[in-house]
Structure formats: structure tokens, C-alpha cells
């Protein structure tokens, strides 16, 4: 947990934190008699704890010269001979075009939240959410649910991140709370939360990078579970910012 947090730290993305070191310490933890849902919870926990903090998180940076080069690696399958069965299974890939199922799911997600944002059915939804909001804990929760909800619903975190901070964004400058506690909480609910959810891009991603079930590796994704509670109990401590009052 600690490895992977590190690494997605200095890298800011979990989906290579996992598909990289996530695969080689799957070796690890089966080749020290670790149950697979263990080991796959603490590779998850720690990749999206250091994919939160990360101030390169979604980020890459990467040189003209060897694009070309680099997507025709990752769109085909990737066998190397180690001489090792289990090492020739785990630095094994079926490259970009083995994603394309989860690329589908994305493309259907992203045509469904249009459809769901387009005809204000969630819009409906906050607005009374947002009646029953009287302090920031319950603003705070109020945003949490709503994210873990857009993920169930819309199958991507992205979805969420983006649905989630544009209906939110006037309520909390209305409220007097300021722009970086939407983003701390939706960045604690929608992307956390996601990878444990079997049918969203997250989950099937991971599961079928780590060979684990997503239902398998979830009950021990602690940090997963414990964030979006974190935020709301922060959250007592959260006054009105002072520029409500100036404005």
C-alpha cells in the first residue's frame, strides 16, 4: 500500500500505478501466500490515496518524438519471455486494444450523462439536496452522495468529477464555502469510490489489470471507504469563508 501510494504520488496517476508496479507486487503478495483480495485492496488503496494527493495527478507530460512510437507499443500485446511462467503472465499485455470493452462502457457512459444532464434529471436531484442543506456537513455529505451516486449510475469517475463540481459549483459560492472544498470533497468521494464499483471504468479496469475480481479486492480497499467519511467529519470544522460577507 505504502509502494503503490508512493509511486502514484510521484507519477499522479493510479491506472499506471497499478498496471506497473500494482502487477509486480500481485507476484509478491501470491508468491508469500497472501490471499489475491488482500493484496489487490492494498495496491488499490494505496494508488488512489497517492493519485489524490498528487499535484500531477491526470497529467502527462511526454515528448513529440516518441508518441508515435509509444502508442504503437501499447496498442498491441506485449509478450516477453522471462522464463518464468509467472513472470511471463504478469509483464504480459493485450495492450490498447485489449481495452476496448472498457472503451465502449466510456463512450455508452458518456452518451448516457449527457442524456441524464441535458434533460435536468439530475439537476432535479440536487435541487432537493441542496433544500435540505443547512450547514456545511450537510453540504459536504450532500456532495459526497451525489458523487458516489453519478458513479453507480454514469460508470465513470470523470463523468462524476465534471457532473458533480458544474451542479455544485453555485450552491457552495452561494453559501459562503469556498471552490477548494468542492474539489477536496468531490476529489474524496467521486474518484476514490470508484474503482471499488464492479461495472464502472475504474473497477473493470483494475480488475482486469490486477486478474482479481473486483468484488474479491473491494472489502479491503480501506482507504477507499474511509475517505469520503473523512471529508464529512471535516467538514464540522468548516466556516463560511469571509468573501461572502466582503462581497
Known amino acids: 500500500c505504502v509502494i503503490c501510494a508512493v509511486v502514484s504520488l510521484m507519477v499522479g496517476s493510479s491506472w499506471t500505478t497499478v498496471a506497473t508496479i500494482g502487477i509486480a507486487l500481485m507476484g509478491i503478495g501470491q508468491a508469500l501466500g497472501f490471499s489475491i483480495g488482500w493484496t489487490a485492496g492494498a495496491i488499490i488503496s494505496g494508488a488512489y490515496f497517492g493519485d489524490k494527493m498528487s499535484p500531477l495527478s491526470d497529467t502527462t507530460v511526454m515528448a513529440s518524438s516518441t508518441v508515435i512510437g509509444l502508442l504503437t507499443m501499447m496498442y498491441g500485446e506485449t509478450n516477453i519471455d522471462t522464463g518464468s511462467e509467472m513472470l511471463n503472465s504478469l509483464v504480459s499485455t493485450s495492450g490498447m486494444a485489449g481495452m476496448i470493452s472498457t472503451i465502449w462502457l466510456i463512450v455508452c457512459a458518456m452518451i448516457f450523462g449527457a442524456a441524464m444532464t441535458a434533460s435536468k434529471m439530475l439537476d432535479s436531484i440536487v435541487f432537493s439536496m441542496l433544500r435540505r442543506t443547512k450547514n456545511a456537513v450537510a453540504m459536504v455529505g450532500s456532495t459526497a452522495v451525489m458523487c458516489i ?99
Open 149 to 247: 451516486f453519478l458513479n453507480l449510475i454514469m460508470c465513470d469517475q470523470y463523468l462524476s468529477i465534471i457532473i458533480a463540481s458544474s451542479m455544485y459549483k453555485d450552491a457552495y459560492l452561494d453559501n459562503g464555502y469556498e471552490p477548494k472544498l468542492l474539489s477536496r470533497t468531490i476529489e474524496d468521494s467521486a474518484t476514490v469510490t470508484s474503482p471499488i464499483i464492479p461495472w464502472t471504468t475504474c473497477g473493470m479496469t483494475q480488475a482486469n489489470v490486477l486478474g482479481v475480481s473486483t468484488l474479491t479486492y473491494a472489502p479491503y480497499c480501506i482507504f477507499n471507504y474511509l475517505s469520503p467519511v473523512v471529508t464529512v467529519l471535516m467538514a464540522l470544522r468548516v466556516k463560511r469563508s469571509s468573501f461572502l460577507s466582503n462581497s
